[in-house]
């Protein structure tokens, strides 16, 4: 994330340049997030340049946050063992507590 002395420096609004910069990839990266819908952003004037949101990039970054975290939980899933989710053990059936 952005600290807030940075934010303050960056102002409310970023230029493709600086949300490249803040997610460390090139600007052909960000183009293509704002063309695709995935990343809002918006244009100033007809055919001006493209400005982002910082707090937009934000919640962006922490969607995607968390879409990794599920995905990598979900991934984890699949290579567990199917005694893991049932009631039987190696040993047979597991005891139930009252």
């Given amino acids: 994330m952005v600290s807030t002395s940075e934010a303050s420096e960056l102002g409310r609004f970023l230029s ?17 997030l704002i063309s695709s819908g995935e ?11 493209w400005r982002i949101e910082r ?9 995607r946050l968390e879409e990794t975290r599920r995905s990598a939980l979900w991934n984890q899933g699949e290579f567990a063992d199917v005694a893991d989710f049932s009631n039987v053990t190696s ?3 597991r005891r139930l507590l009252p």
């Fill in 91 to 93: 040993f047979g059936p």
């Fill in 39 to 49: 990343l809002p952003a918006i244009r100033v004037g007809d055919g001006g340049p």
């Fill in 16 to 32: 493709i340049a600086d949300a490249a910069q803040i997610l460390e990839v090139d600007s052909a990266t960000i183009l293509g």
């Fill in 55 to 63: 707090t937009q990039l934000e919640f962006w970054i922490d969607f």
